[in-house]
């Protein structure tokens, strides 16, 4: 393709006389605006965009965005992302200088801020030789993270054998850590109006933060949309698991017997070859929940999740347990919407909100459903470790955990408590074990874990 | 000399408006997003990739774009398994043996197996050796596997194949290229830098009455707003598996005007729903609806 002849010209005109009237000017703020917001957005992109900008001209803001959007976001999940940086970035000229004015002020007030963070970072009375921008981060460090800075300096400073030698010690310290923390937290670029813009897009673009939510908490109409939420997790992941494990490559090998068979009608010219096709093994999942008592809250999102994935895959096996094992599988049967479902199961089932006996359910499954433990199938364990008999429990694990692929449990405890449990101890020993208390977790769980 | 590749810049320089009233003829209705994406496609000369819900009329794009440029279009259907022999070329086996098995008994002398009359073109290589710049469309591409993505990711980058006993061909001229996903599976980042991006979401109800009065000109203008707004609701509102598309909008239209409609009720849809939803949980959700609180008066509350 062509350069569009105005491009060049237009360019070095742009690095002739930069100003914030300039389209180029614009556009490469714009997309550094999109980089700070998370977009991955590369200068072959840009380039594109300004060809773009070239070819439908500035004069309709809707062409504009069109434009924008086509060449600098490459992904359907991105667009509300960038419409509202759009919307943000590209206002009407009198909204411009009412911004400007309000990021003059703003400019003032973080000068002021600065002089006083300077006051306070001291060493031994004497300012302490940091950048602007280093200033900048201590600000945003939040209240516990400036007084602890301001502790370790106050700490530094006195005691015997210190001497104001030490100061650049102390001083290189401080600045390794506040450049550390600005690293992690995403560079500012310094310009007021950019940095402003950006937190604005950043909080707007924030992912559901329900999926962060400890499931156990959840009241009245977010427990409605959590619960459609894992509708829609599950059918996302089943889809991919369906995809990944049918047959990716026709045969490639061809098949003898077959071949020759088929062309004795030939004369023995092989015309018509038969190829042999490769079997693919999709991994088998046995799932086993707790829905005792202490786990009521959660089962509910385990079987939502689970009649999610059994929808559509067919190779999983589901089981129940509290004081006893009931096999769910067969109320998962293709078709039938979940509220009946869940019905059905909780109808028939005696088990729900009982206590908990893993021993006896691990040998129910040993026993009466040895045929589902093969050596390619995964056993996955949901449950807080919270049973009668823990040592009994985990010794039937690890020997059911011998005849399948691997065990993976999914604790809903959070993983802080986990240290002073005896029996997480004990069955981490037998399995491998992963927090499991909100959406994103379950999520995470199931993309690498049973899913790789 | 104003030789073929002027005339290709020539035909290529129509303007955005002109795209438009192309669309328009052929009863495409188009927002400005989409016409500007297809534009920049064509000028910039780069692959247009579309995403969307299934039914918001990405391959039709395709094909409207075909006819309005007035050339052939080339499709390539993906899916699981699709290798480089299907898409790209294959060698004529059987045809190859037979011509062995006539040198041999007719003692003709020996003949290159290897040449282009054995050559299978499967949609791809057919793209690059076109005579006329055709429209190339790669149908679902997130269907295919990461191995083939990458090679199909090649292929739009140079345009050139390289067909070890031939030699290399190269593009006549470079195909408009229209990719399609739904998104089944994340695509490489490196396919999707190469395109420009158009996600086309279902229409709004003013932009569906539009197409329906372009696609189904028998539909009275109120009724055909009733069936947008109707068809928004379901859409928006009710949580069905799979959401009525375009075309089952206008199939649903073309019927209720058969049967004589010409003001919409709830027993209406209830009696043709069959038509839009095409799964027995969704169509009983919607009976529920309609016996619960009535679906006509919510929608057009709604819209």
Known sequence: MREPPGLRRGLAEAALTPGPERVEWNLARFAHLLRMAGLRVSSAEVLDAAKALCLVGVAHRDRVKASLRATLIKSGQDVPLFERAFDLYFVPVEDKRARAEFYRRQREEQARRRRRAGQELVFQTQPLDLRPEQLDVYLRLGEEGQRRLRDFLDQSSSGALVEARHRSLVENIVRGHLDRHRRETGAPTGDEELDALADEVRVESEADPLLYQDLQGLEGPELDRAVALVRRLARRLATRISRRY???????????????????????????????????????LVLVADVSG?????????????????????????????????????????????????????GQSQIWGGGTDLAAALETLETRYAGKLTPDSVLVVVSDTKTVHPQAAAALLDRVGRRVKDVLWLNTLPRAEWRELASVRAFQACARMYECNTLAHLEQVITRQMLS | MAGGGEEEVERLAYSLEWLRSAFEKDGYIAGEETLVSV????????????????????????????????????????????DENKALYEWNYQRQLLRIQLARTGGEGEQDLFAEEFLLERPLLRAIRAERKPVLLVDEVDKTDEEFEAFLFEVLSDFTVSVPELGTLRARQIPVVVLTSNNERELSDGLRRRCIYLYIDFPTVEKEVRIIRSRAPEVAEELGREIAQTVHYLRSQLEVTRRPSIAETLDWARALVALDVDRLSDEHLGRTANLLLKSRDDLELLRQEIGARGILGKARGDA
Do not use: W
């Not at chain 1, 026709?250 to 096709?277: C, E, K, M, Y």
């Open chain 1, 246 to 284: 049918r047959l990716t490559r026709s045969g490639t090998q061809v098949d003898f017997r077959r071949t020759i068979r088929r062309n004795i009608r030939f004369g023995g010219i092989p015309l018509r070859l038969a190829h042999r096709r490769r079997r693919v093994k999709r991994p088998r």
């Open chain 1, 294 to 346: 202490s786990m009521a809250r959660y089962s509910r999102f385990v079987l939502q999740f689970l009649y999610g994935l059994a929808s559509v895959v067919a190779c999983i096996e589901s089981f129940a347990f509290s004081e006893r094992l009931e096999r769910l599988t067969p109320h998962f049967a293709r078709g039938r919407p979940f509220a009946r479902t869940m019905a059905a199961v909780m």
């Open chain 2, 39 to 82: 534009y920049l496609s064509l000028r910039l000369g780069k692959p247009l990739l579309v995403e969307g819900p299934p039914g918001v009329g990405k391959t039709e794009l395709a094909k409207v774009l075909a006819r309005s440029l007035d050339t052939e279009l080339i499709r390539l259907q993906c899916y699981e398994g699709l």
